[in-house]
């Protein structure tokens, strides 16, 4: 079955940049969607089509697509970016899939 | 502003139903498909399928056919999700969410709080 590959983890320094990439062959086809969530909460979108930004996102978070890679940016990482993330596509039956998640630790 | 308002937590024992409910406001309930998307503790996001509100139709992920059953009341703006057959590894938090298409497929920018369910003898 399709599946989206995410690292299980990335940890960065405040101030730095974080990468979380999100693999899977159908991505050229299909947009790419990033979620943020915090513990006890539910997922935010922070995100859409494969680069564009939500209203009320901070603009240090970035999305592109390259080939079967998306990749989400956060630049300038602050403590309160800690969280999971989920990247979220279809298949080539355009059946929702979300990645496995990335837990991102700001040391 | 878009309100999903999901119903409370639930107990069950293995081998029983749960129906977990979906309200919503703020929005034209027809106008955009209900999905669900469930958490076991710990564990990643997994989805389950959508309702579409104005014509009543379903389509389920494929690991929860025959199990899961999607509906609709428009009179009250209100979406159920019923999963029979219950096992310990449906323990998660079962979350509703408008879709909003693009192209061929659909992503989600509201999303409800939540509803615990628990499967415990």
């Known amino acids: 079955s399709y599946e989206l590959t995410q690292p299980p983890s990335v940890s960065v320094s405040p101030g730095q940049t974080a990468r979380i990439t999100c693999s899977g062959d159908?991505?050229?086809?299909?947009?790419a969607y990033w979620y943020q969530q915090r513990p006890g909460q539910a997922p935010v979108l922070v995100i859409y089509?494969?680069?564009e930004r939500p209203s009320g996102i901070p603009e240090r978070f970035s999305g592109a697509s390259s080939g079967t890679t998306v990749t989400l940016t956060i630049s300038g990482v602050q403590a309160e970016d800690e969280a999971d993330y989920y990247c979220?596509?279809?298949?080539?039956?355009?059946?929702?899939?979300f990645g496995g998640g990335t837990k991102l630790t700001v040391l | 502003q878009v309100q999903l308002v999901q119903s409370g937590a639930e107990v069950k024992k293995p081998g029983a139903s749960v129906t977990v409910s979906c309200k919503a406001s703020?929005?034209?309930?027809?106008?955009?498909?209900i999905h669900w998307v469930r958490q076991a503790p710990g564990q990643g996001l997994e989805y389950m399928g959508w309702?579409?509100?104005?014509?009543?139709?379903?389509n389920y992920a494929q690991r929860f056919q025959g199990r899961v059953t999607m509906t609709r009341d428009r009179s009250i703006s209100t979406a159920y999700m019923y999963l029979s057959s219950l096992g310990s590894d449906d323990t998660a938090l079962y979350y509703c969410?408008?879709?909003?298409?693009?192209?061929?497929?659909?992503?989600?920018?509201?999303w409800g709080q939540g509803t615990l369910v628990t499967v415990s003898s």
């Open positions: 969410t408008q879709g909003v298409v693009v192209v061929n497929t659909e992503y989600f920018h509201h």
């Open positions: 089509k494969d680069s």
């Open positions: 979220q596509s279809a298949d080539s039956s355009a059946t929702v899939i």
């Open positions: 159908a991505l050229p086809k299909q947009y």
């Open positions: 309702i579409n509100p104005y014509t009543g139709g379903t």
């Open positions: 703020g929005y034209t309930f027809t106008g955009y498909n």
